[in-house]
């Protein structure tokens, strides 16, 4: 008669120390958007739901994202000096996202950036990133590379070692996937400790550790979007963060 009991709390226990149910953690929702609004006008971006452009800063306050059809189109403008970058507040230490998205051109991508504005140690906040292309899927950690400030000063000035530029290369990993132009995918972008992990409609495509990516909060996501890419339905969750927080 003891012995349920006891084994009920033992259970409970485990699923505690480990922040999920036999390995698994579904993760807690913190933010969703499924883009069904309208904008008021059409000159200047009006994304809402605590979204943020660069627009105004990097496109001469030009209109770099729409709301329509229930989706977010994002596109740069002929001005802009620097890719689109929509933001969204969210902290975690690990976590993921879920988005439905399009590419309608070969040349396109999404670009989904990792940030945290404050750690100083590198330019922008930069963290990590998983870039997805018509032909491939890259994963970087730009901590621990090209973002750190050292290294990137020393890049611009063109004075990085050889042992820095070898180091470099093991900071990101391409590996080749084709995808359709004009159809949606649905991707889902996985951090656990320091590795960053990728699918696409269901299926691994990518994935990869580095130091960086364990880095302990990320604040913001990024969209970032050299060219063009359509949003929808997407979904950020925070996995194992607070319990793991209680045990530590």
Known sequence: MTLRPLFS???LLATISNGSVLGEDSGTLIFQDDFQRNESQELRDEVGNGWNTNSKSRAGGNKQVDLRDGAMYIYIHAAADHAVSVTQPAEFRDGRVEVKFMLENEQDSLG?????????EVWAG?????????KHVEIADLKTGVMDLKIRDQR???????????MLKSKAKRV????????WYDAVATISGDTLTVQIDGKEVATFSSPGIAHPTKRMLRLSVPRNVVIDD????????VIESRVQ
């Open 156 to 166: 611009k000035a063109g004075t990085l070692p050889a042992e820095l530029k070898k």
């Open 176 to 183: 080749a996937n084709r995808l359709e132009t004009g159809k």
């Open 126 to 134: 930069h963290l990590c990133k998983v870039v997805i292309g018509t």
């Open 112 to 120: 989904l950036n990792f940030a945290d504005l404050k750690f100083k």
């Open 234 to 241: 997407l979904k950020i969750y925070r996995t194992g963060g």
């Open 9 to 11: 709390g033992l259970f």
